[in-house]
């Protein structure tokens, strides 16, 4: 339920001037922030952001001492969460460092959080055209006997299904395309026989070649002890994502299980299934 106070002014349409993160900054006048009672959206140019039966995040926003504490609904059960404060036409958001947590505080140091700057936007025009829903598009799907339903998702160009099966249970498949014609059977049964030839240990082993020492230098909580490269790997149990490129190159998302306090592991592989690079 969104607790959103009117009076704040933080419903509206804005426009993104600044991200910056440890003292780096990019610019940009390109994205929009919508934001509605009920629900809020990214707007990006020639992207679509409506198709099948929901847009956007839900919401809830509680205002304590003149900071709102924003949650923005994933749709797995997790929320981004943010410290937000309204001035007049000026919004800014800081997103916690940890996924699902708040920032420690409020301030500008260098604490590894995102903030984001936005003004509100006062071209009339583009107003008019943010100001209600974008057109809902029909959705694109197909059947597949081991990959289950797959759906298209026009904004990004990707299909997307989750599997069912040994060893990717839960695990979501990303499939990005260059367009939205509908592949043949021999295109998805391809990547079938990938996943069935993608060796989960060898990444497994990769990532911890790769990720161990920065998890033993940075990453250790006060009272833990540091890791072996087992310990490491067997950590790594649950494959979140699968993101499925059309040269055959894949990257694997793993939930991190505490070891990096909630950031994903990826561990790219090229199209012949060789590990590359591991990072978080």
């Known amino acids: ?126 107003i008019t055209q943010l100001s209600h829903l974008p057109e809902k598009l029909p959705v694109l799907s197909v059947e597949h006997p081991v990959l289950g339903r797959l759906i298209y998702d026009s904004n990004y160009k990707y299909w997307e299904t989750t599997l069912s099966e040994s060893p990717f249970e839960d695990t979501v498949l990303s499939i990005h395309v260059k367009d939205g014609n509908l592949p043949d059977d021999s295109f998805f049964d391809a990547i079938v026989e990938t996943l069935k030839k993608l060796s989960l240990d060898e990444v497994r082993e990769f990532a911890g070649e790769q990720l161990l020492e920065l998890k033993n230098e940075s990453w250790l909580d006060e009272d833990e002890n540091e890791l072996t490269q087992q310990d490491f790997t067997e950590r790594l149990i649950q494959v979140e994502t699968i993101t499925y490129n059309t040269d055959g190159s894949l990257t694997i998302w793993f939930d991190d299980n505490d070891l990096f306090w909630g950031h994903g592991i990826a561990v790219e592989l090229d199209e012949h299934l060789n590990c590359t690079e591991a990072n978080i």
């Not at 419903?11 to 990019?26: A, D, N, Q, R």
């Not at 919401?59 to 304590?64: D, I, R, T």
């Not at 420690?104 to 140091?109: L, V």
Request: aromatic share 14%.
């Open 1 to 126: 339920m969104n607790t959103t106070n009117q009076s704040t002014g933080f419903p509206g349409i804005w426009k993104l001037k600044s991200i910056t993160k440890s003292g780096g900054e990019v610019h940009t006048s390109m994205t929009h922030l919508v934001i509605y009672p009920e629900l809020l959206w990214e707007y990006y140019p020639d992207h679509v952001y409506y198709e099948g039966d929901q847009i956007g995040n839900s919401y809830s926003l509680n205002w304590k001492d003149g900071i709102g504490h924003l949650e923005v609904a994933t749709g797995r059960g997790r929320s981004f969460c943010y410290f937000v404060t309204v001035d007049g036409n000026s919004l800014r958001m800081k997103l916690g460092s940890v996924f699902g947590d708040f920032p420690k505080d409020n301030g500008d140091g260098e604490d590894g959080c995102n903030i984001y700057r936005y003004e509100r936007e006062t071209d009339p025009e583009f």
